[in-house]
């Protein structure tokens, strides 16, 4: 596998997070295309750093999405979006290193999430 920091998914999360998650702190996500997956499925991974792991380098949480290039790329921009939203919807609102599981991050969440993103980004845009 090879990382590479991915700037243009970094934006489109930032926008993404202003306008839904302000929990999210950004500045300690950030945003990886992977190369050479050997995964069958998965387009996109949520990473977190646990809290022991915090406490024994002594750093705060940070958050890792990582976005395999082989499918993300692919994908139309309004499902670029939407797994974008579904990596972050994995961020719990205490930003603390946990992570919300699949039984919260579902499709019909997802969809509603970017459902609420297109009308709040429509309103922004036409200010």
Same mark, same amino acid.
């Given at each position: 596998m090879r990382y590479e920091f991915a700037p243009d998914i970094q934006r489109e999360a930032e926008r993404i997070s202003r306008l839904? #998650?302000?929990?999210v702190k950004m500045e300690r996500v950030k945003c990886f &295309? @992977?190369?050479?997956?050997?995964? &069958? &499925?998965?387009?996109? &991974?949520? +990473?977190? !750093?646990? =809290?022991?792991m915090q406490k024994a380098i002594g750093i705060k949480a940070v958050y890792a999405l990582e976005f395999l290039s082989e499918r993300f790329d692919? !994908? @139309? @921009?309004?499902?670029?979006? =939407?797994?974008?939203? +579904?990596?972050?919807? +994995?961020?719990?609102?205490? #930003?603390?290193?946990? #992570? =919300?599981?699949?039984?919260? *991050?579902?499709? =019909?969440? *997802?969809?509603q999430v970017y459902a609420k993103y297109i009308r709040l980004k429509d309103a922004k845009d036409n200010i």
């Open positions: 839904l #998650f302000p929990h &295309r @992977s190369y050479g997956t050997s995964s &069958r &499925r998965t387009i996109a &991974r949520c +990473h977190a !750093l646990g =809290k022991l692919k !994908l @139309s @921009s309004e499902d670029q979006i =939407k797994t974008i939203i +579904h990596e972050l919807m +994995h961020i719990p609102k205490t #930003f603390g290193g946990g #992570f =919300k599981h699949h039984d919260h *991050v579902t499709i =019909k969440n *997802v969809n």
